[in-house]
Nanobody, 120 residues
Framework: QVQLVESGGGLVQPGGSLRLSCAAS????????MGWFRQGPGKEREFLVG????????NYADSVKGRFTISRDNAKNTVYLQMNSLKPEDTAVYYC?????????????WGNGTLVTVSS
């Protein structure tokens, strides 16, 4: 079965950085678009960014453009999210996803999430 395992979450001070990783199994990773979403306290889950199978095409939400960077390593079946200049409002559970359609931001599979807390 498909498994997406996120890691790298934790507590970070405002202005700090974190890199999240998502290791995938049970899919042909190299042909799938991947994405990151998050759900903050009391908020709906929101799309952050998607990356195409080759890593060339990306699609960022305006809320994270310029601060977050997605990348992937198809040899390791892993997608990453580098998060810089973190703000308290970035506090959320971050989810990795296999995207059914990157432009439509629809999802085939979800990971279980990793918690990121931005606080001093």
């Amino acid at each position: 079965q498909v498994q997406l395992v996120e890691s790298g979450g934790g507590l970070v001070q405002p202005g700090g950085s974190l890199r999240l990783s998502c290791a995938a199994s049970g899919i042909i990773f190299s042909i799938n678009a991947m994405g990151w979403f998050r759900q903050g306290p009391g908020k709906e889950r929101e799309f952050l960014v998607g990356i195409g199978w080759s890593g060339v095409v990306t699609n960022y939400a305006d809320s994270v453009k310029g601060r977050f960077t997605i990348s992937r390593d198809n040899a390791k079946n892993t997608v990453y999210l580098q998060m810089n200049s973190l703000k308290p409002e970035d506090t959320a559970v971050y989810y990795c996803a296999v995207l059914a359609n990157m432009l439509a931001r629809t999802v085939d599979y979800w990971g279980n999430g990793t918690l990121v807390t931005v606080s001093s």
